[in-house]
């Protein structure tokens, strides 16, 4: 049988299991949230793969090659530190209230303004990070099929088989296919790192290469320009990832408090140690074949791995790989096209039409449809951006419009509805002001909008207005209320 065969294969298992998990679905709670049952390693894997997708296995590498560490400071490490904040800082207070989507809490903290405004900027900021999940699977789909299917043709086939198992099975099917997925992507990686290394002359021979390179210095060039667009850099998917509805389900997923809070930890700590197996993949593609790899490195460092894998692989280590990047890539695709349908509609359609619980199900699915439609004419019109860079780009907008709402209002009880609305104007129109002017190259865009956005929230809560002491008061009762009411711990 042929590679593409036995990815075919693959594929149709992967849609089977994900079939199987939507005998689970019974209502929008376990469409959304796998009925808060899922185990301490399903959380794990679950978290794990929110990331590990196709800017870990393609974009990673080639940026690591040119760059070293320091260019990959927002991935894997910013995102993986922003599982570790999730868990120990969001996770505990987020699972005690009974909420289905992150925008619920927006809602409830400050009304149905904020809730609309701070939903929109997350559901916007899946746009680039789903469409660089359907661009990774059309660019696999084609090298398993040596051209055979086109990149394009690749991304709409791609998109169909996601979105099948996502729409029958929510997040049921994600933990599932996640949890199975996770397991062949390790075991798939780990081989090819000892196959690869071997080819190359050894393991030292690959760590020595990127030492001789320079790769693994991690600090920016020792000026004040250099520094501030590393911290940018840093905080944009460390921040930007933190009021994500995709973190949110995974984590609110569980079964218990406990296992809400370790599952982010472990998987936010295994993501960041395991991303350097597929950097080192590529380290060791350049000592095995020099002259593709150089060709590669100026057009395009995204393809060194897979080639390096058709060309130079077994047959077995070759299914294994495309069944291990296809894994990452549809565990991730599948729960960011679940995540922002599930907010648009909770958060957003359901205050212009009325839903209930008989119809609410219905429309999500069809709502992850239409998100998956238009994530894929994305996909398409932007065909040819580096993975890398879609995912990063993505994660701008929670930086800016969310994440100072959420954080102020779990942990600052004097946040107000007005703050709120200063944070995301003032650190809108910084970010906007930096992004298209040439300011952004003096302070990075990110950075200043983050500040700014701070700055807003603080200012327009501490101002003595008759609104913000009602906000005040409200607050004062709450946190009363709550220190007079025992905490009873969640069954399992």
């Avoid at 350097?276 to 993949?281: A, E, N, S």
């Avoid at 209002?409 to 995301?424: C, E, F, V």
């Avoid at 865009?445 to 200012?459: D, I, N, W, Y």
Wanted: hydrophobic share 55%; with cysteine.
């Amino acid at each position: 049988m042929t590679l593409t065969g036995f990815v075919l294969l693959y594929m149709l298992g992967t849609v089977a299991i994900g079939v199987f998990a939507a005998t689970r679905v019974k209502n929008t709670n376990d469409f959304a949230l796998a009925g808060r049952s899922l185990p301490l390693p399903m959380v794990v894997t679950a978290t794990f793969a929110t990331w590990f997708g196709s800017e870990t296995i393609l974009g990673l590498p080639g940026r690591f090659i040119e760059s070293g560490i320091a260019g990959v400071i927002e991935e894997p490490f910013g995102s993986g530190m922003a599982l570790i904040l999730v868990g120990t800082f969001f996770a505990q207070k987020l699972y005690r209230r009974n909420i289905l989507t992150i925008g619920d809490y927006y809602r409830e903290r400050y009304g149905k303004g904020i809730e609309i405004l701070c939903s929109m900027f997350i559901v916007l900021s899946y746009l680039g990070w789903v469409g660089a999940q359907i661009t990774a699977l059309g660019l696999v789909i084609n090298l398993i099929t040596e051209g055979a299917v086109s990149i394009t043709t690749g991304m709409i086939l791609g998109a169909a088989v996601v979105l099948f198992y996502t729409v029958v099975g929510g997040m049921w099917s994600v933990a599932i296919t996640d949890f199975v997925q996770m397991i062949i992507i390790v075991g798939g990686l780990l081989a090819i790192l000892f196959f690869a290394s071997d080819l190359a002359g050894g393991f030292g021979n690959v760590v020595d290469y990127a030492r001789e390179r320079d790769l693994f210095h991690a600090w920016p060039e020792p000026t004040t320009t250099g520094w501030l667009f590393w911290i940018s850099a840093a905080i944009t998917m460390m921040i930007g990832s933190i009021p994500q509805q995709d973190v949110f389900q995974r984590v609110m997923s569980a079964k218990n408090m406990q296992t809400a809070v370790a599952g982010p930890i472990i998987g936010g700590c295994v993501y960041i140690l395991f991303a350097f197996v597929p950097m080192m993949i590529v380290v060791a593609s350049i000592l095995v074949m020099p002259d593709v790899a150089q060709k590669f490195l100026a057009e395009d460092p995204q393809q060194l791995l897979p080639t390096l894998v058709r060309d130079y692989m077994p047959m077995w280590l070759r299914v294994l790989f495309f069944g291990a990047v296809l894994s990452a890539v549809m565990s991730t695709a599948s729960a960011t096209m679940l995540a922002p349908s599930t907010t648009f509609v909770e958060n957003v359609l359901s205050h212009v039409m009325e839903l209930n619980e008989k119809n609410l199900l219905r429309v999500m699915r069809v709502t992850l449809a239409v998100f998956a439609a238009a994530v894929l004419a994305y996909s398409i019109a932007f065909q040819g951006a580096a993975i890398y860079d879609m995912v990063a780009m993505a994660y701008q907008f929670p930086v800016v419009g969310a994440f100072w709402p959420l954080v102020c209002g779990l942990y600052w009880r004097r946040a107000t509805k007005t703050g709120a609305y200063a944070s995301i104007v003032v650190g809108g129109i910084v970010w906007t002001v930096l992004t298209v002017t040439s300011l952004g190259d003096v302070f990075p865009s990110v950075l200043g909008g983050f500040l700014a956005a701070g700055f807003g929230m603080a200012v327009g809560s501490l101002v003595p207005t008759a609104a913000n002491r009602r906000d005040w008061a409200i607050q004062a009762e709450k946190a009363a209320a709550e220190a007079e009411t025992p905490l009873v711990p969640r069954l399992a």
